[in-house]
């Protein structure tokens, strides 16, 4: 994935990119499952031939249909640090994702984006949950889910399924950028729990999902 992103732009705020999962908040919103996850949450927005640029800060809502466990109601996270919002790192990615979904669907005039910051933590007691709600939809045309970092981690298994529910592939995102790129009307898709593999030692999963959804009544 590196290639990629490179040469559409620079990473030269890797590592302050990566320390910022450091400093994610609890999700409130998962005291009924425990407290494993920590997030932050932007929104941002492009026209087919314009740069990506970020939008107020705004809360995240999922219809029941897309979110069983969370659905039909506006969830407001912490907002992603302005010096990430407006660093090399993301801006590169969120250049590659325009490219590319812009690419595979250029019939679409404008995007709503949403970029989340995920940490799951994992300790000796409990497993930590990347897709509490299942395998799934997340109601947008396109994601991108990319490894930032793996901390004493086993498992975290991505699957991919059809509607129906038949396993078409799996595979572990390892490395730092490692990425999956799910059309999401067509596939669901999940996150096998994580365990560490050292039960006493601090264990967690980090990634970074971008999603890109035509604001304009459909896709190309």
Known sequence: MKPLLTSLGALMDWPDFVDSWNHLAPDPYLAAKGRFRRRRHGTFSAPADGPVVAEPHQPHFQSLQYNTLQGDIQRWFEPIDAAIVHGDTLGTILRFCHQLFGHVAPATKRWHIEVHQF??????????????????????????????????????????????????????????????????????????????????????????????????????
């Open 119 to 220: 940490r799951i933590e994992a300790s000796a007691d409990a497993a930590g949950e990347p897709t509490p709600e299942g395998s799934h939809r997340d109601g947008v045309d396109y994601v991108l889910v990319l490894l930032v970092d793996r901390e004493n981690i086993a498992s975290g298994t991505t699957t991919i399924h059809t509607p129906e529910g038949r396993l078409l592939g799996d595979f572990t995102l390892t490395h730092a950028l490692d990425a999956a790129l799910i059309h999401d009307p067509v596939v669901y898709h999940g996150v096998t729990p994580v365990r560490p593999l050292v039960a006493d030692l601090p264990a967690h999963r980090d990634v970074l999902v971008v999603t890109f959804k035509s604001a304009d009544g459909g896709i190309g």
